[in-house]
Every structure is written in structure tokens, then in C-alpha cells.
């Protein structure tokens, strides 16, 4: 069964920058991966995505220009690289993975949707000074 384990969150002042990563574990099938976060009191956001190969990547309105999206499939790991940070980036971070199949759109494009069905544990992001 795929694990997927989030590190990197922390305390940042606004402007600041932070990296967080996302390690996949224990299956060897193939997945699009993608960054959601949650806010208090808000509904949960999809961030960013990123497919399988060739690689195409997906961004929310709020963080195009400022987040992006890589991965190392030799590592099995996806990194959300994080900068010009706002208080309003504040949140946990959760990764999340969906099966894809060889050959078709899903393992070529990624889309922010709900249809992520594996989760991680989440990372606390904070954007304060």
C-alpha cells in the first residue's frame, strides 16, 4: 500500500522561503502527485500537481510565480519548492497520489482535483513575522 510521508514545514516570515517534500513509499505502481493545503476555518485547496512522464506540472491561481512543483521518480520523492511566502500560504500541507496507468492523459497531465485517494499525515506551514 503507497505511504506517502511529508516533511520541510516551519515557521517563516512573510517573503521567506520554504521547501517541502513528499517521499512515496511501498508500491511500485505509477502516480500523479499533488500539494494540497488546509487553512483554519477554510475548505482544503489543491495547490499543485505534477504527472508521471513527460512531466507536466498544474498550479492554483494563488501560488502560480511563487511555488513549483518537481519530482524525482528515482527517489520516489516531490518536492514543493515555496517562495515569496505570504501569511495567507499559512496552513497544513498534505501530499496526495493517485494511480495512474502507462499510456494514458492521467499519467501525462495532471489536474487539482478531488480525485486524490491517497493522503500523507500533513505539514504545518506557518507565514508570520
Known amino acids: 500500500q503507497l505511504q506517502l510521508v511529508e516533511s520541510g514545514g516551519g515557521l517563516v516570515q512573510p517573503a521567506g522561503s520554504l521547501r517541502l517534500s513528499c517521499t512515496a513509499s511501498?508500491?511500485?505502481?505509477?502516480?500523479?502527485i499533488a500539494w494540497f493545503r488546509q487553512a483554519p476555518g477554510k475548505e482544503r485547496e489543491a495547490v499543485s500537481c505534477i504527472s508521471m512522464t513527460p512531466i507536466s506540472t498544474n498550479y492554483a491561481d494563488s501560488v502560480k510565480g511563487r511555488f513549483a512543483i518537481s519530482r524525482d521518480n528515482t527517489k520516489n520523492t516531490v518536492n514543493l519548492q515555496m517562495n515569496s511566502l505570504k501569511p495567507e500560504d499559512t496552513g497544513v500541507y498534505y501530499c496526495?497520489?493517485?494511480?495512474?496507468?502507462?499510456?494514458?492523459?492521467?499519467?501525462?497531465?495532471?489536474?487539482?482535483?478531488?480525485?486524490?485517494?491517497?493522503w500523507g499525515q500533513g505539514t504545518q506551514v506557518t507565514v508570520s513575522s
Open positions: 511501498g508500491s511500485e505502481d505509477y502516480y500523479a
Open positions: 496526495a497520489a493517485v494511480r495512474v496507468l502507462v499510456g494514458t492523459l492521467r499519467y501525462r497531465l495532471c489536474v487539482l482535483s478531488e480525485e486524490y485517494n491517497h
